[in-house]
């Protein structure tokens, strides 16, 4: 809550009339700014946004037809609700629904057209792994493929051991997945029990299946390097745990 106010009160500090006159650069400038304050302090960092913001340019770059006006901000604002889901501990806040509130907020004070918010809320809302919505512009698709490419391949091993290591999980565990999932996994996917969780099973509940749920041809083209290397890295060290 107190996230959301401190961020109002950044945009209401700039009067209407120079927000009419604020370039796109200066828009998208604002916008970054918005952006790293609110994930200062959240594992969705400010790094991720960045790797998920040339990843979609480069998805984008397929398709001539892209509305750029709705791609850029959605990109830059789709996990700045991310703050808040990480500090419920129930499980219950969904950070692609609190962020589409907090872009609209952001939006309105900027006067940007009500049809270009609505579509920026709905890529926002879908680009979350387990919303059960599917993206329905090319926009929220680019976005949600872009947004999970940066789940696996290299940075995705680096940034699940940095999860890892974070929530005082181990390195490796040999489990029943069936039984893993029906323990330790809420209905909305969410992990109850950091400590019993791991990389190997992050990867084998969820990052193994990424490349399959992809949607434009571009990024699915992207993801398949991506997955062979990582599935290479767990099956050696599923052999080397093995030994």
């Known amino acids: 809550?107190?996230?959301?106010?401190?961020?109002?009160?950044?945009?209401?500090?700039l009067p209407a009339a120079e927000i009419k006159g604020i370039t796109e650069q200066q828009y998208e400038d604002l916008l970054w700014m918005m952006v790293e304050e609110a994930l200062s302090c959240s594992a969705h960092d400010i790094d991720h946004v960045r790797r998920v913001y040339k990843l979609a340019l480069?998805?984008?770059?397929?398709?001539?037809?892209?509305?750029?006006e709705v791609l850029i901000p959605a990109v830059l604002l789709h996990d700045i609700g991310r703050r808040e889901e990480d500090l419920d501990l129930t499980g219950r806040t969904d950070h692609a629904i609190v962020g589409?509130?907090?872009?609209?907020?952001?939006?309105?004070?900027?006067?940007?057209?009500?049809?270009?918010?609505?579509?920026?809320?709905?890529?926002?809302?879908?680009h979350r792994y387990?919303?059960?919505q599917g993206p329905a512009s090319l926009e929220a698709a680019i976005l949600y493929d872009a947004d999970k490419l940066d789940a696996i391949g290299a940075v995705g091993i680096a940034r699940t051991?940095?999860?890892?290591?974070?929530?005082?999980?181990?390195l490796y565990r040999k489990v029943d997945l069936e039984t893993y999932t029906a323990e330790n996994l809420t209905e909305n996917?969410?992990?109850?029990?950091?400590?019993?969780?791991?990389?190997?099973?992050?990867?084998?509940?969820?990052?193994?299946h990424i490349p399959?749920?992809?949607?434009?041809e571009a990024?699915?083209?992207?993801?398949?390097?991506?997955?062979?290397?990582?599935?290479?890295?767990?099956?050696?060290?599923?052999?080397e745990m093995g030994e």
Do not use: W
């Open 130 to 132: 387990r919303s059960g």
């Open 58 to 68: 480069r998805i984008a770059g397929h398709y001539p037809e892209v509305n750029y």
């Open 161 to 170: 051991f940095m999860m890892a290591g974070q929530e005082g999980a181990r």
């Open 1 to 13: 809550m107190n996230q959301t106010t401190a961020i109002q009160r950044k945009i209401a500090q």
């Open 100 to 126: 589409a509130a907090k872009a609209r907020a952001i939006l309105e004070h900027m006067e940007i057209r009500e049809e270009v918010i609505c579509e920026i809320q709905k890529a926002i809302v879908t």
């Open 219 to 239: 990024g699915r083209a992207l993801a398949r390097e991506r997955a062979s290397l990582m599935k290479d890295f767990f099956d050696a060290l599923d052999r």
């Open 189 to 208: 996917g969410r992990i109850q029990n950091q400590e019993d969780h791991a990389p190997n099973v992050e990867y084998m509940v969820k990052l193994k």
């Open 212 to 216: 399959d749920r992809l949607i434009t």
